[in-house]
């Protein structure tokens, strides 16, 4: 059944700018009315001292189907998102094989459509094999339905071959995101170059890996038409230089991690060698966190996009130089934010909510991310209230690479809604 009315929620919506407690009625899987105290003879679903908001909107996730479903798969990663309360999963092709041809999009849209679980797009590559040698065909892909492109895990280092791909979009009218590393300047790295590499030894990759690969992107962009997004921003100068290039007007995003605003390079002091604090871009200084932290304020950065990057506990139980990057996240996501930025008045919950749905779907022309009347009811309640441990036992992802693993966080997904349908509930997260 999807016919139905929230009660007496704290209605979070950025897009139409409301912020109160109203009444939500969804029949059909489609949201018809936000008031006041709507009477109807549907099913209540009771929200008061409840956040309602729409469903969160994931543009950079990695779900590893085909080829690693040992770390994830289309399932699992779905399960994840709907307890971290995303509604919509936009899924990186940095798979084996590489989703690098049409086939291998028709093949996820239709697991996806079979699963049934979260609204699931496709990222396209921007070469074959994330190779950065030659363009993929990005005009088949974008037909069979891919919402962006990118080589994410790999930078693209050829110049022109990042023109080339520029010029080539514009005619598809998509966006291409950037994983901004020279790995001139960047490998063998395993953390951020500086005090604290120093202090354990490691090998350290700067700022300027990723700061100089922004800047030259920027030169490229402005003479092109393409929107160019910046994957997981890292760096104060990152920030800046894109705060820059908005203000000339150059047709460019980006977005920002939940670690890249809570964990510092620090962490790893307290934490030595904790493979579960090894990602890319590796945490950097708490001046660059500061700044990021100023980039979600100030609309220099658009969203804010997990990087869900699982991996099995054998390949992050290594040597830290032999570990593979990343983590998850989606499950955590949200409570982390709350916990860390918005009870420490460091954002607002509204500025939060909107970075987590509209401002994401925006950026990839996503009709989503919003509570409007007509709309899809893509819809999460939670609990800001009630604190829990992320338990190892109760994730929906097969993995567990988390350094928030057994930590108390604050803020639980009660109930989310995919197209009016419930898709977790209360008694299922518990």
């Not at 890292?234 to 230089?241: A, N, Y």
């Not at 996240?329 to 918005?342: Q, R």
């Amino acid at each position: 059944m999807n016919s139905f009315v929230i009660k007496n929620g704290l209605v979070i919506d950025p897009k139409n700018n409301i912020n109160e407690i109203l009444d939500i009625e969804v029949i059909d899987g489609v949201i018809t009315r936000v008031e006041k105290n709507i009477n109807s003879n549907l099913k209540h679903i009771d929200a008061k001292h409840k956040l309602v908001c729409p469903g969160f909107v994931e543009i950079h996730a990695h779900f590893r189907e085909p080829g690693y479903t040992h770390k994830e798969d289309l399932q699992t990663g779905s399960l994840a998102a709907l307890k971290g309360g995303y509604t919509t999963v936009c899924v990186m092709p940095n798979t084996n094989p590489v989703i690098d041809a049409p086939y291998l999009v028709d093949y996820l849209k239709l697991r996806a459509k079979n699963l049934n679980l979260v609204n699931i797009e496709v990222i396209g590559a921007v070469t074959k094999s994330l190779a950065g040698q030659e363009l993929a065909n990005m005009a088949l892909l974008k037909k069979s339905g891919v919402v962006a492109f990118s080589d994410d895990g790999m930078p693209i280092m050829n110049a022109k071959i990042m023109r080339n791909a520029l010029n080539y979009l514009e005619n598809l009218e998509a966006p291409i995101i950037l994983h901004e590393e020279d790995h001139n300047l960047s490998l063998p790295a395993t953390m951020n170059e500086g005090s604290v590499s120093t202090k354990l030894g490691l090998t350290g990759t700067p700022g300027l890996a990723e700061e100089v690969m922004i800047a030259r992107d920027i030169v490229l962009a402005k003479e092109s038409k393409t929107r160019v997004h910046v994957a997981h921003v890292s760096t104060k100068k990152s920030v800046k230089l894109i705060r820059a290039a908005k203000e000339e007007g150059i047709n460019i995003t980006c977005e920002v991690t939940p670690h890249h605003l809570t964990l510092s390079e620090e962490e790893l002091l307290t934490r030595p060698y904790d493979t579960n604090l090894k990602m890319s871009p590796p945490l950097r200084t708490k001046e660059d966190i500061y700044e990021c932290i100023a980039g979600i304020n100030d609309g220099t950065i658009d969203a804010i996009a997990t990087d869900h990057a699982p991996h099995s506990i054998a390949e992050k139980d290594q040597e830290f130089s032999n570990a593979p990057n990343g983590i998850i996240g989606l499950e955590s996501a949200f409570s982390i934010l709350y916990m860390n930025l918005v009870k420490k008045e460091l954002t607002s919950l509204f500025n939060l909510v909107s970075k987590l749905t509209i401002e994401p779907a925006k950026v990839l022309n996503l009709n989503k991310g919003s509570l409007s009347v007509g709309s899809s009811a893509d819809i999460t309640i939670i609990d800001l209230d009630q604190e829990y441990i992320l338990d190892r036992s109760n994730l929906g992802s097969k993995s567990s690479n988390s350094p928030w693993i057994n930590k108390k966080l604050l803020g639980k997904v009660k109930r989310v809604y995919v197209n009016g349908i419930e898709k977790l509930t209360e008694e299922s997260h518990d």
